[in-house]
Nanobody
Framework: QVQLVESGGGLVQAGGSLRLSCAASGDTFSSYVVGWFRQAPGKEREFVASVSSNGGSTGYADFVKGRVTASKDNAKNSVYLQMVSLQPEDTAVYFC??????????????????????WGQGTQVTVFS
């Protein structure tokens, strides 16, 4: 199993940028698919991005396409979420999550919170206008 710790959240003006990081410890991180999710007050947790275990494939929610880039550095046991052109509606707690995958599925992505087994504690992103 892996332990995940997010960082990089904060307060940013609309139009600004943030880079979130997720540091993993425990098991071999290269065997894990990672997802980024967010949850705003009173709303359900929603998918933002996914990165395959080998880092070669990524998937994004429609509402962040073109504004978000997810990447995975297995050598550093870390995953990143670069966000630009942030808007107030992006305000939420952002979580990274991980799921073990076999060597046959190195490029596979997952999109539902229910498909992930390990979660970080989240990092708050607040965008003001």
């Amino acid at each position: 199993q892996v332990q995940l710790v997010e960082s990089g959240g904060g307060l940013v003006q609309a139009g600004g940028s943030l880079r979130l990081s997720c540091a993993a410890s425990g098991d071999t991180f290269s065997s894990y698919v990672v997802g980024w999710f967010r949850q705003a007050p009173g709303k359900e947790r929603e998918f933002v991005a996914s990165v395959s275990s080998n880092g070669g494939s990524t998937g994004y929610a429609d509402f962040v396409k073109g504004r978000v880039t997810a990447s995975k550095d297995n050598a550093k046991n870390s995953v990143y979420l670069q966000m630009v052109s942030l808007q107030p509606e992006d305000t939420a707690v952002y979580f990274c999550a991980a799921r073990a995958t076999s060597s046959f599925n190195r490029g596979r992505l997952y999109y539902s919170p229910a498909e992930f087994d390990y979660w970080g504690q989240g990092t708050q992103v607040t965008v003001f206008s």
